[in-house]
């Protein structure tokens, strides 16, 4: 199976599409908003909470189904479910958010 067959199972766009949701729900509200600095995280803050931490089951299927049967394509699935994450974190870290 190849990476392009591979990235259309569920498991494997999943976690890539819950990351770019929580990066433009983040990238959005800093747009309409501005930068937050109070004390109460909003419902913006635990919809993008909920969308990280909800890819983690599914991101654990993906690397236990996928993994031992297709390495290669898989690890390469990964690394993109990874890069989607650290894309979403990265405005959360930079701003201190």
């Known amino acids: 199976m190849t990476f392009a067959q591979l990235i259309k199972r569920p498991s494997a766009f999943l976690p890539v599409a819950m990351s770019l949701l929580a990066l433009v729900t983040v990238l959005g509200t800093i747009a309409i908003f501005g930068v937050p600095h109070d004390t109460d995280e909003g419902s913006a803050a635990h919809i993008f909470q909920l969308l990280i931490v909800a890819q983690l089951p599914i991101v ?3 690397a236990i189904k ?6 290669t394509p898989a690890l390469c699935v990964l690394a993109l479910q990874a890069s989607a994450g650290i894309a979403a974190l990265a ?6 958010l």
Do not use: M, S
Request: hydrophobic fraction near 55%; charged fraction near 15%; glycine fraction near 0%.
């Open 60 to 62: 654990a299927f993906f």
């Open 66 to 71: 996928w993994v031992p049967q297709e390495r």
């Open 91 to 96: 405005p959360v870290y930079l701003l201190h």
